[in-house]
């Protein structure tokens, strides 16, 4: 589905403070940890209150950022559990055939018979491939390996994933 102009999406959430200095531990969503730091105006809260990125490095395998305006720890503190947010329009273009994990939540699956399986709630990480996260009608779970060979087609105008796959797999 085309996004609005206004969509956001979440890449992150402030996770804790880190040091004396206004800086906080950030939990990234992005691919790579440190991706998160390739935007350096982040939106806060469910406000989207815009914050420019001073400082941002990786740190004991999480990402610590020193924020505008959060010069000390309390001030800090107050942003612990806030979404870090973007514009989905300051994302980088992905190459035809790829997509972002958001654009596929919510989305219609059916497999090559033209059965219904359900709708994508999420997708996991697993190391070997990614796996589609379907709840069908019944809010019974469907797990779909996200490969070439399951993922026959996905058409974001129709809101729909077409897999290799059967209900009683």
Do not use: C
């Not at 804790?16 to 991706?35: H, I, L, N, P």
């Not at 055939?97 to 699956?109: M, S, T």
């Not at 069908?136 to 469907?142: L, N, P």
């Amino acid at each position: 589905m085309p996004q609005p102009d206004d969509a956001w999406t979440v890449l992150g959430r402030i996770s804790g403070v880190y040091g004396v200095r206004g800086w906080v531990k950030v939990f990234s969503f992005t691919q790579s940890r440190e991706g998160i730091l390739d935007y350096p105006l982040w939106h806060l809260g469910s406000a989207r209150r815009p914050v420019r990125v001073l400082e941002g490095r990786l740190q004991a395998g999480g990402i610590v950022a020193h924020l505008e305006g959060i010069d000390d720890r309390d001030t800090a503190a107050a942003l612990v559990g806030q979404d870090v947010t973007v514009p989905v329009s300051a994302l980088p273009a992905l190459p035809d055939g790829e997509f972002y994990w958001f654009q596929l939540q919510g989305l219609a699956v059916v497999n090559l018979d033209d059965e219904r399986l359900g709708t994508v709630a999420g997708l996991l990480e697993t190391g070997a491939n990614d796996v589609l996260v379907v709840h069908d009608a019944q809010g019974t779970e469907i797990l779909i390996p996200w490969d070439a060979h399951a993922a026959a087609g996905v058409d974001l105008e129709q809101g729909r994933i077409t897999v290799d796959w059967q209900r009683d797999w």
